[in-house]
């Protein structure tokens, strides 16, 4: 079994507002709802349970947000699935498309300045983390018809959205403007809500890795060290579950993503760069995915990597791309580069279900998940309490699964990637 750690050495944990601290779990716990996984599925499916009066036992292996969930691009994207996959009923289609904004007002309601429980509790809790811009855009090379064809349909699908021609870095794009979206700082998110989540009276375990989950009327969770007896039991780990649970092990594909941070540039330059303080990424299948800090910094990622092995160099690996994309950065210096997994689906649309009936779960996120993750949250809080209207419309999505794990998923869905790279450069 592996160690816990600390978080990596990320702009994001170098920056973060503060550093949690809370103890492993030493011997027995009870309590209404153990949820394992301190990202923002599981911290987002612990508030909407506490703030109802469950008592919750919040269970992770290393540090509140030591994942993707305080680790990725800091990108909050309306994308909760790809709607035209999920036409299995008419009532599917209504969901995921409210489902796009709602993921938003999920978290403009915890990053604004009141109105909601948690900010009641605490006026510092989650206001830490505000969103930077509400401006996002994508775009696509003239070059290419579909993903041009793609940037059209998600403008026409939203009021919220409109293309337009861009000159300088984008002289050959097209690109889609989306104000509904915008970017912020995840990990400080993360840690707010944990802040919030100990408010309301709910325990928080770190360094506590779950080694077995055991199922039934009386659901118990095993850690090296303790166990917790609950009457439902979350599981949140995406990417990181790794085999505390076998049902669920390579239902997701652990693929790599990357980001390096460039020194505090100057305004005049941080202006030029992205004239409106936008986040934005492009419509290849190997994109990259971009914005500025707070302290104005180019955040810079990409090389989604399907193999599952990391880079030897992370910032020699995507400073070309970066360069390529802004010839002003060519000597800036890069002060951080981080990476991580995110948990792949088949299909690209997130699962949800559970197991003998008081063990629910959702992950697999694709690579879009600091919105999608908090609905998917919110929809577990609702069903266990029992409201299930979403979570039931979820689960009957029929999803794929590779088989063989990494010996086998990894490579082929590498293969597979490579093949479409392929068509896009040919």
């Not at 669920?248 to 004239?275: C, K, R």
């Amino acid at each position: 079994m592996q160690q816990p750690q600390e978080h990596p050495r990320s702009y994001y944990a170098a920056s973060a507002n503060w550093r949690t601290d809370y103890a492993p779990l030493r011997g027995e716990h009870r309590c209404d709802v153990a949820v394992v996984g301190a990202g923002f599925t599981g911290l987002s499916a612990a508030l909407g349970l506490a703030e109802r009066g469950y008592d919750v036992a919040l269970l992770e292996a290393n540090r509140v947000g030591w994942g993707a969930s305080g680790r990725n691009g800091g990108q909050l994207i309306d994308g909760f699935v790809d709607v035209d996959k999920m036409r299995n009923g008419s009532v599917v289609t209504p969901l995921a498309w409210s489902g796009k904004w709602a993921s938003n007002a999920a978290i403009s309601s915890l990053t604004a300045s009141g109105g909601t429980t948690l900010i009641a509790i605490s006026s510092s809790a989650i206001s830490i983390s505000p969103l930077k811009t509400r401006k996002w855009i994508i775009f696509a090379p003239r070059s290419n018809a579909s993903a041009r064809s793609t940037i059209r349909m998600k403008c026409c699908s939203s009021s919220r959205m409109h293309c337009r021609a861009t000159s300088g870095r984008s002289a050959t794009s097209v690109v889609c403007i989306n104000r509904g979206n915008g970017h912020l700082h995840p990990l400080n998110l993360c840690l707010g809500e944990a802040r919030a989540l100990e408010q309301l009276g709910a325990s928080i375990f770190e360094q506590t890795p779950v080694t077995r989950v055991h199922h039934g009327t009386n659901p118990r969770v095993e850690t090296p060290d303790g166990i917790v007896h609950a009457k439902s039991v979350v599981l949140a780990g995406n990417a990181y579950l790794g085999r505390a649970e076998r049902r669920l092990f390579g239902a997701v594909i652990p693929s790599g993503s990357y980001v390096i941070a460039t020194e505090p540039l100057s305004a005049e330059l941080a202006s030029e760069l992205l004239p409106e303080d936008m986040a934005a990424c492009d419509q290849r299948v190997g994109l990259d995915y971009f914005r500025l800090s707070a302290d104005k910094r180019m955040l810079f990622g990409g090389l989604c990597n399907y193999s599952g092995r990391d880079p030897r160099d992370i910032t020699a690996t995507l400073r070309p791309n970066m360069v390529r994309a802004f010839p002003q950065l060519a000597d800036a210096k890069i002060d951080f580069e981080w990476g991580g997994y995110i948990a792949i689906s088949i299909n690209r649309i997130p699962q949800f279900g559970r197991i003998e009936g008081n063990t629910w779960y959702a992950q697999g996120y694709s690579g879009h998940g600091l919105a999608p993750s908090h609905m998917a949250g919110t929809v577990l809080a609702d069903a266990i309490a029992g409201t299930t209207e979403r979570f039931d419309v979820f689960e009957r999505i029929r999803h794929l699964r590779l088989p063989g794990g990494k010996w086998f998923a990894n490579p082929a869905l590498a293969l597979g990637m490579m093949y479409y790279r392929l068509k896009e450069i040919l």
